[in-house]
């Protein structure tokens, strides 16, 4: 069974620019959930998207938003980019279930450096 | 926010020794994990505990969740060179969907 696949790994952006990352889940995952990774801050957690709504959001401001696709895929935007901006983006997605455990399962990450 | 801190930081250690580390919260969690994250990759879970109390295996890792709901602790047995990256707790609320709270990391560092 594929792994969750983030796309790009790896990209670097200037200051004011926007940026767009690609996660596509695990076959048959439809809940997608985005941390952001810092050494400073280490893992906050951004949004998580199910059934193409956002069922819920972290104390990131408006600069960060997400979408899910009707095939579970996702997408997360930041725009106006800030030099602390830089971190490592994970992708994470999870099985249906009635009710939601916490057992996610991680991609790579997309790792962002902002000049 | 909630915070857990993750204790130790970093731990040396030599080969064939046992490793103990821990989380604490000044909030309560309906549901305590473990993950580890090797360079390079995302994390991956280790242990899921759903009940205060429990004290869940797998394999040279034993994890529990404790009573007040406020605490976790993993010990690894018998640490190999495998073992080696960053170990961290998680900690979810009840009706928060996927949305986790993480530690800080223990990296653990194992000496052949």
């Known amino acids: 069974k594929a792994g969750v696949t983030q796309t790009p790994r790896y990209l670097i952006k200037t200051r004011g620019q926007q940026v767009t990352l690609s996660c596509s889940p695990i076959s048959g995952h439809r809940s997608v959930s985005w941390y952001q990774q810092t050494p400073g801050q280490g893992l906050q957690f951004l949004f998580e998207?199910?059934?193409?709504?956002?069922?819920n959001k972290g104390n990131f401001p408006g600069r960060f938003s997400g979408r899910q696709f009707s095939n579970s895929r996702s997408e997360m935007n930041v725009s106006t980019l800030e030099l602390g901006d830089s971190a490592l983006y994970l992708c994470?997605?999870?099985?249906?279930?009635?009710?939601?455990?916490?057992?996610?399962?991680f991609g790579e990450g997309s790792r962002l450096t902002v000049l | 926010g909630q915070q857990l801190n993750q204790s130790p930081q970093s731990m040396f250690i030599q080969e064939g020794e046992d490793v103990s580390m821990n989380c604490t919260s000044s909030s309560i969690f309906n549901t305590w994990l473990w993950y580890k994250q090797d360079p390079g990759e995302g994390p991956v879970l280790l242990i899921a505990?759903?009940?205060?109390?429990e004290l869940t295996s797998n394999g040279r890792l034993t994890a529990q969740f404790g009573i007040t709901r406020k605490d976790s602790f993993l010990n690894i047995s018998a640490s190999i060179p495998s073992d080696v990256g960053i170990y961290f707790c998680a900690g979810q609320l009840d009706n928060a969907g996927n949305m986790l709270t993480f530690g800080g990391g223990t990296r653990l560092m194992v000496k052949p």
């Open positions: 505990l759903y009940k205060a109390g």
């Open positions: 998207y199910f059934s193409e709504t956002q069922r």
């Open positions: 994470a997605s999870s099985p249906v279930r009635t009710t939601s455990t916490g057992e996610l399962f």
